[in-house]
């Protein structure tokens, strides 16, 4: 399993996500040892199997104490920190508070610090942040994609009183991140279920090509209506865009170190890709920013992606079947000044139509012999040409 796709038509939060990551095969134990591992009251995981509009799903109970506790954001990253937890579950974990905080803080007008998490901050929600960061990491997906989150609609009472829905921190948690009102008059994300999406999404996108080989279904505490009120996940191999042909992936960057792209070309090359190269552009707001192109056999997507995504800041890219038409190519070497330079001849209906000398070798016999690259480079261009006339 290397990819991953939410489908959030009917939103989402922590126990929905839970749920749907324990119907995907994560094992019960890996949440609930994380869970475990907080510096709290004992807190129980317990799976059930219910339906939603006749869909089966996996329920996850989270069976906490009663607590009347209003941690701070301070007091979460303390408990999180003295957690004997490893280090990508709990910086996961720190990320989704983290951002939990800054949205309280917008909404209210004060510093993320002095923020004081209600629903939020109950053992329940604390499980459901821990367990679903668990999950995902239990994974290793090298992708996590999802559709627009179903928000819901209408108006709630919450610590604060009647709040409209959307609230107003699911807003802020989900900036940027396509949105949907959903069919259902009642809160369809919640916050606690916006932070561990904003954290964890790498695109929003419909179901990309993929071979699916899993899906797990979640179901949240209410059966409404108008659909399941359920979260799924589908898990799989990324699919070829163009099962037997080459495919260009393309990303738009803008905040890359410019310095850093030589080892990304390299990097992909590396990761089995045909060809590679960078296309100035100007973005939105006047920033100047390069297209990354890689051409590849559908085989190597996975891999060139992999590639594409550890060594470069894009979070997304787009696939696109090409067509391709290469010429019969062979290669072969010519003695020059005393050296050896390798050649590619191409062959068209027959004939030479193009000869070739191996850059590298040109400019390592240079460096051999003491003379200007270009010289060397007369010099095996007219040998190769010779031991291979056009026609």
Known sequence: MTIGWLDLSAGASGDMLLGALVDAGVPLDVPAAAVAALPVEQIRLVPEQ????????????????????????????????????PTPVREGALAVFERL?????????????????????????????????????????????????????GSARGAHGVVPIPGPAVLELLAGIPVVAGAVPAEMCTPTGAALLAARVDEWTTLPPMRVERVGTGAGGRDP???????????GEPGDATPGGPVVLEANVDDLDPRLW???????????????WLTPILMKKGRPAH??????????????????????????????????TALERTSSSVDVLGGTVGVKVAV???????????YEDVAALARELGLPVKEVLRAATAAAEGAHPAG
């Open 101 to 153: 905080a800054v949205a309280e803080g917008r909404v209210h007008r004060t510093s993320p610090e002095d923020v004081h998490f209600h629903e939020v901050g109950a053992l329940d929600a604390l499980a459901d942040v821990v367990g679903v960061v668990a999950g995902f990491e239990h994974l290793r997906l090298t992708r996590l994609t999802a559709s627009p989150v179903a928000l819901g609609s």
């Open 50 to 85: 219910v339906t939603r509009h006749g869909l089966g799903a996996t329920r996850v109970h989270v069976h906490a104490p009663e607590s009347s506790a209003h941690r701070t954001w301070a007091d979460v990253r303390r408990l999180l920190l003295d957690a004997d937890l």
């Open 225 to 235: 209506e108008e659909l399941p009120n359920v979260v799924r996940l589908v898990l």
């Open 348 to 358: 068209h209906g027959g004939r030479v139509v193009n000869v070739s000398v191996e």
């Open 262 to 276: 030589p080892g990304v070309l390299d990097a992909l090359f590396a990761a089995g890709a045909s060809d590679a």
């Open 291 to 324: 297209t990354l192109s890689v051409l590849c056999a559908p085989g190597a997507v996975a891999g060139v992606q992999a590639a594409v995504f550890a060594t470069t800041s894009t979070i997304g890219m787009r696939i696109v079947g090409v067509g391709k």
